[in-house]
């Protein structure tokens, strides 16, 4: 009982930072059509940044998000402005490329910079040590985690279904030549939404540091997990990528804590078997 | 005697909307059909459930008796049931020599074999240029698809459909995208066809259609409201009222 | 009028022909210059050669079918590994022998990815590939009796080629044996882009539509791609662990996988030359860099694919190549 619950508080956790890094991954690629395998990157360098900010600097962890969130945000607009325009609409194959050179190059330039260690972020006092909810304890961390994917949920959904940003967004991603011919300027709603993207992957990545650690390699550890969470879960489609996450999460947990001398087998043999069973999405459009 | 072809009662929903009500029709050996009807008549429904893209909610697509109704659209092709589309969908980097070839090989089961060429066997080559010849595409055999016109292009897509050498073919189209001028380049490769062939052409260029059929098939909200001779169906009551309105009209007066 | 064809069709041929005399010529050329320059660099070079069957195996699905994959080193693994656990398990020593058994294993593989990897398409197949190549990888990992684990498969000693040519410690044999392999695989792949068979799975990669309404199997096809794909990769992998005698498990890993894909696109997609070229060059400017700076290869790696999709999507032969049919329509 006390591990069925272990797991599942960690299921929850891990879904849920997942939920916050890829969910932006999922509304680009169903607004864009790009397959970016560089946004796990835009989430490591998040990391490294709060780090920085954190440790190196000593600044406080709520300011030590924000700068994370900004700094990844100012690092990557040139890159869509310069890089990623180039390739919408691209084959896949190039779209491949481009982004998977993307990432390699900030892997080495992260390698080269902060060198190939892990790299922590300090928790607050407030987020150290167990929360008792009752009947259990929990870590502090990993309530807070879960906390902040059902906000970063509810914004997105205020967002997209209440706003005029979201009207426009909605209006793009169904039909986007339709959208710019009734004046919706669309190269700003794709440029906003990148970097809506790019900043709430950074702000996963910092939030989930205690269980997704910052490292060089993160980028590519996790790249299929993010891509993973999309295909399953449909493209831009917010209660797809829920589901996709939590399932994800709670098959990885379980995986690492009954069969770990199996390392990461069941996992992957789980995406398989899921995207086998709806190669197009639990929520896909039929295209 | 049974049918070459035959459709029968087909019918397909989409949500709550009849697309296709209720469709029976026969062909035979040689018979040339026009299938008309206004936008919205439910054509493309209808090509799409006779070439195995869509599953009907009822009825049967019959080749020569056998029920091909459950048949992918790779099987049907096989049974001699053979489409070309409404919009060119060809090999741009290929030349119309290859495309016409490996048709050929493609019939006679060739097209999986790991060695050789196709420009090694004297047989399926001058099959090949003979169906080029044909369609007066014999000069354009080398140069890639993508660098000839849309004209050409359209043609190409009945040689490859003469290639497979069906016993039925279904035109979805064949002059759209031509200009006007030119349309008499389909209209002769159409002349061409095989005697025994049994073609059912979807068109909307009337002058074409109506020097084409041996026999017109209206299409409207999903249901077919004539099935006869051209000459009547310009003087028909409710294919005036469907569709032709303007056109029969026209030549009645 | 038939008359007319069989003559414009035969000079058409033999120019094909021709020209792969050439290109036999021209590799036979540079293995010869490879071991007479640097006799020093034959591993290297040695390596190459087992990378370039990779590479033109993943060319046959990604450049003539159209299928992109992250997960192609699955193939080449399997080869190695099935080549090393018979050679250091079962005594299977013979080089040849176990170059068919790595053959087999990797059209395994192909046989098992294809399937599992067509059955998506776009991002799904993506993911479908990173999935199989992180799984194959586990599993050797976790199969550690037979693989050695991550220390790598050792104790793979292969007997003289033909009981005759010993390997020897230069690795003069071993370089000589690749080239033959090389060419062997060159000419038999040279056959079967040329084949019925191959225009089908380029019509494929062109409009998978038009190929099955001409009454083809698209999927059949693709997997029967993947399984000879499989055969080229498997004898790939084997002479890698033949010439090396040992197997690690960086030979089952994505960044792997990623690097085949980075050489043949660096060298030109769809088309063997390509690969050849492609494999070369990457292999070279990662043996500078990582001489100079071995932390700027990945930087360097990434830097280079990004510039090869702005400037030359063709890679080095297609920009090459459209260049000389330029200058050639010029001429005329």
């Known amino acids: ?287 | 005697m049974t049918a070459l072809f035959e459709v029968d009662h087909l019918q397909k929903a989409f949500g709550g909307l009849n697309v296709t009500r209720d469709v029976s029709l026969a062909l035979g050996k040689g018979d040339r059909v026009a299938l008309i009807g206004p936008n919205g008549a439910g054509k493309t429904t209808f090509v799409n459930l006779v070439t195995g893209h869509l599953r009907p909610d009822f009825g049967q697509v019959l080749m020569g008796g056998e029920d091909i109704s459950r048949f992918n659209p790779m099987r049907r092709v096989r049974a001699g049931l053979v489409r070309s589309f409404q919009v060119t969908r060809l090999f741009g980097e290929m030349t119309p020599e290859e495309h016409v070839a490996l048709a050929i090989l493609q019939r006679q089961g060739k097209s999986g074999r790991m060695a050789g060429s196709s420009q090694a066997m004297p047989d399926v080559m001058r099959e090949t240029y003979e169906i080029l010849e044909t369609l007066n595409l014999t000069a354009l055999g080398r140069v890639p698809v993508s660098e000839i016109a849309y004209g050409q292009q359209r043609l190409l897509e009945i040689a490859l459909a003469l290639a497979l050498r069906p016993k039925v073919l279904l035109l979805d189209e064949p002059a759209a995208g031509v200009p006007h001028s030119d349309t008499f380049l389909i209209e002769n490769a159409l002349a061409q066809l095989p005697a025994d062939l049994a073609v059912l052409m979807i068109e909307h260029d009337m002058d074409l259609v109506f020097r084409f059929a041996k026999r017109v098939i209206v299409l409207a909200a999903g249901e077919i409201i004539f099935d006869g001779l051209p000459v009547d169906a310009t003087n028909d009551l409710r294919v005036r009222e469907a569709y032709l309105g303007g056109y029969a009209n026209g030549s009645a007066a | 009028m038939s008359a007319g064809v069989s003559v414009t069709a035969i000079p058409a041929q033999t120019r094909g022909w021709q020209r792969d005399l050439i290109g036999i010529s021209v590799i036979l050329i540079a293995a010869l210059a490879g071991y007479f320059l640097f006799p020093n660099n034959l591993a290297l070079l040695t390596r190459m050669i087992a990378i370039m069957l990779l590479v033109l195996s993943l060319d046959l699905v990604t450049g003539y079918c159209g299928v992109a994959t992250l997960g192609h080193a699955a193939l080449f693994g399997s080869g190695a590994y099935a080549a090393g656990i018979a050679a250091a398990h079962f005594g299977i020593t013979e080089p040849i022998t176990m170059i068919a058994i790595g053959a087999i294993g990797g059209a395994l593989a192909g046989l098992i990815s294809g399937v599992v990897i067509l059955r998506g398409h776009g991002l799904a197949q993506l993911v479908l590939s990173i999935a199989i190549i992180h799984l194959f990888h586990e599993a050797a990992n976790k199969a550690s009796e037979y693989t050695g684990g991550s220390d790598g498969l050792s104790g793979i000693s292969p007997d003289p080629i033909l009981g005759v040519f010993e390997f020897d410690l230069w690795g003069r044999t071993a370089y000589v044996f690749g080239i033959v392999l090389l060419l062997l695989v060159f000419i038999l792949l040279r056959i079967l882009v040329r084949s019925p068979f191959g225009m089908l799975c380029r019509g494929i990669r062109q409009d998978p539509v038009r190929v099955s309404a001409m009454g083809a199997s698209v999927k059949l096809t693709l997997i029967k791609m993947y399984a000879i794909s499989g055969l080229v990769a498997g004898v790939g992998g084997a002479f890698n662990a033949v010439s090396t005698q040992v197997v690690g498990l960086d030979s089952l890993s994505f960044t792997n996988s990623a690097e085949a894909l980075v050489m043949l696109v660096l060298g030109g997609v769809g088309s063997l030359y390509g690969a050849l070229i492609g494999t070369i060059a990457f292999i070279w400017i990662e043996d500078l860099v990582s001489a100079a700076n071995p932390f700027h290869w990945l930087t360097i790696v990434g830097a280079l694919l990004i510039a090869v999709v702005l400037f030359a999507p063709k890679g080095l032969y297609g920009t090459a190549a459209t260049f000389v049919e330029r200058y050639r329509r010029g001429a005329k």
């Open chain 1, 1 to 287: 009982m006390q591990t069925f619950f272990s797991i599942g508080v960690d299921a929850l956790a891990y879904g849920m930072i997942l939920f916050v890094i890829s969910i932006g991954l999922s509304v680009t690629m169903g607004l864009m059509r790009v397959i970016n395998l560089a946004h796990g990157a835009f989430a490591m360098i998040g990391g490294y940044i709060a780090s920085y900010a954190a440790r190196d600097l000593g600044l406080g962890y709520g300011l030590a998000i924000v700068i994370a969130v900004l700094g990844t945000i100012i690092i990557a607009v040139p890159l869509e402005r310069f890089l990623y325009r180039r390739i919408y609409g691209a084959p896949e194959l190039t779209q491949v490329l481009m982004t998977i050179g993307i990432t390699f190059c900030v892997i080495g330039l992260a390698n080269y910079v902060f060198g190939p260690t892990l790299k922590t972020i300090p928790l607050p006092a407030g987020l150290q040590g167990p929360v008792d909810i009752g009947f259990r304890t929990i870590a502090a961390h990993k309530l807070f985690a879960i906390g902040c994917g059902v906000v970063v949920a509810l914004g997105l959904w205020y967002l997209i279904e209440r706003t005029s940003f979201g009207v426009k967004l909605r209006a793009s991603v169904d039909n986007t030549a339709m959208a710019a011919a009734l004046g919706v300027r669309t190269k700003i709603v794709y440029a906003a939404s990148f970097a809506l993207a790019v900043g709430l992957a950074a702000f996963g990545g910092v939030i989930g540091a205690e269980l997704l650690p910052v490292e060089p390699y993160y980028a590519l550890r996790y790249m299929v997990t993010f891509l993973v969470v999309v295909s399953v879960g449909g493209a831009g489609s917010i209660p797809g990528a829920l589901i996709a996450c939590l399932l994800l999460g709670a098959i990885d947990t379980t995986g690492r804590y009954l069969v770990p001398e199996y390392g990461e087998f069941f996992f992957y043999l789980a995406v398989i078997a899921i995207v086998w069973v709806f190669p197009r999405g639990l929520m896909g459009r039929a295209k």
